[in-house]
């Protein structure tokens, strides 16, 4: 206890160099959609973990380098894999108070910037707390093994042959962990067991055999008798769900069913659920249908999901307004999130047959990017450690037993075949939107919860 105390003290001297580290991390551009500051960022984060005493190399990846390392530590009995990311989502200055790279404090405490909550805070945040240790002369509970990556939010293509070539090594880890803002405004604290997966989509409708325009768009006049591949696509897009939500493809189930631990989960996060809160941190006025909270969280977390990212139809630039024309061709983005138990190949599959089955054969489908499900057990000795010491700093934690997000965690499970916890106290909110942010008095909550995690799980 005296070394928590330590190691809680330095947290709180050098609380605002802390949030500093942060606001640097924020002010490089790292955006791996453009390429913009990867490898300045990866090259900063590699000399932040050599100043900590760690081995800290960049391993090459297809579009940015991978931040890998290892902090030993003499008396250390465990070791964890510590999982981030350090690439964000554009941003343009349309729409947001400060720019999106000033890493500016608002008046009432809110750290604004692409990144400060998804997900340069809670690693920065992370780091802090190894920097606390230093500061506090204490030696850090468990061996830690860094792998930080800067393609996350195109899918993460270098991440699994990474794994597979070092797996040898990180499969002696004894769990892994990537650190979460994970308090909503209203004060609750959630803590996810899992990921769904994700499966990105084009679907696209040209002029052609079937009908529509064949050879380039005409007037609009011709509707009349021509087909059109807009309306095709839209009626392809209508036929995979139901206006609620639920997906209407055969040979892709509804949902899952939550085994008896993840049942309980449910119904004690269902007995504290307030949907008044949730609408307002969304901008919403309400959900697309009357529920329950059981049945509203059932069908966020168990069931699968498609959701259109976006429709384009010719080629007319965003922006400029359409003539009245009857284009030859129309394309949407989708993302359908898996829940446990499906697969990539056998969703997409089911996909292209309900086409071919409801003639929309001539509608083109193509899996651009996927992976599926994974999820821990709320027994791991790593969640239990995660949920002990996140209670010691919050009065109002749920356990949910999927996030409703994805992410290729399945790596760490299925590839490497080692647990994880996700997870964590303080506030962010908007990520990938304009005005993300942090609330900078949380980060001491943030950072004090992280530090008696590592204790906690050391001591496991």
């Not at 942060?22 to 959609?33: E, F, G, H, L, Y």
């Not at 250390?76 to 690439?87: C, G």
């Not at 990537?178 to 994700?198: E, M, S």
């Amino acid at each position: 206890m005296s070394e928590l105390r330590a190691v809680m003290s330095a947290l709180e001297a050098g609380f605002d160099d802390y949030i500093e580290a942060i606001r640097t991390a924020i002010r490089i551009p790292s955006v791996s959609k453009t390429g913009q500051g990867l490898d300045e960022m990866a090259a900063w984060l590699v000399t932040q973990l050599q100043l900590l005493g760690a081995e800290a190399t960049l391993e090459e990846g297809q579009i940015a380098p991978i931040v890998f390392g290892s902090l030993r530590s003499p008396g250390a009995k465990r070791t964890l894999l510590f999982y981030d990311l350090y690439d964000v989502q554009p941003a343009d200055q349309q729409h947001w108070v400060s720019p999106p790279f000033a890493a500016e404090i608002s008046r009432d405490g809110k750290l604004i910037g692409r990144g400060a909550f998804n997900s340069k805070g809670p690693l920065i945040g992370f780091l802090n707390v190894l920097r606390a240790f230093n500061k506090a002369g204490v030696e850090l509970p468990v061996n830690l093994v860094f792998v930080i990556e800067g393609e996350e939010e195109i899918g993460s293509p270098s991440l699994e042959p990474f794994l597979r070539k070092r797996a040898d090594l990180l499969r002696d880890c004894d769990a892994a962990f990537i650190p979460y803002l994970g308090t909503n405004a209203a004060g609750k604290t959630i803590v996810r067991l899992g990921f769904k997966g994700l499966m990105m989509l084009k679907l696209g409708v040209r002029g052609g055999e079937w009908g529509g325009p064949a050879e380039r768009d005409i007037h609009a006049m011709h509707s009349g008798w021509l087909a059109s591949p807009a309306n095709e696509l839209v009626s392809a897009l209508a036929s995979l769900q139901s206006r609620d939500g639920k997906l209407s493809v055969e040979g892709i189930a509804s949902g899952l069913d939550p085994d008896p631990d993840d049942q309980a989960l449910l119904a004690d996060a269902a007995s504290s659920f307030d949907k008044q809160a949730w609408l307002t941190e969304l901008g919403a006025r309400r959900f697309k249908y009357d529920a329950g909270p059981e049945d509203l969280l059932r069908h966020l977390l168990f069931d699968s999901t498609l959701n259109i990212d976006g429709m384009w139809v010719g080629d007319t630039p965003p922006g400029v307004e359409p003539p009245t024309h009857l284009a030859g061709h129309a394309n949407a983005v989708l993302d359908l999130r898996l829940v446990p138990g499906m697969t990539v190949e056998a969703t997409a599959n089911a996909l292209r047959r309900h086409l071919d089955l409801h003639g929309f054969g001539h509608v083109e489908l193509e899996v651009t990017s996927a992976y599926p499900a994974s999820k821990t057990s709320v027994r791991e000795p790593v969640v239990d450690a995660l949920l002990k010491s996140c209670r010691r700093h919050t009065n109002d934690l749920t356990v949910y037993p999927i996030h409703a997000g994805a992410a290729p965690m399945h790596l760490f499970t299925e590839v490497l075949g080692i647990p994880y916890a996700f997870g964590g106290v303080g506030h962010g909110a908007n990520a990938h939107a304009p005005n993300e942010y942090l609330d900078v008095a949380s980060m001491r909550d943030f950072m004090a919860a992280t530090a008696d995690f590592l204790f906690e799980f050391g001591a496991h």
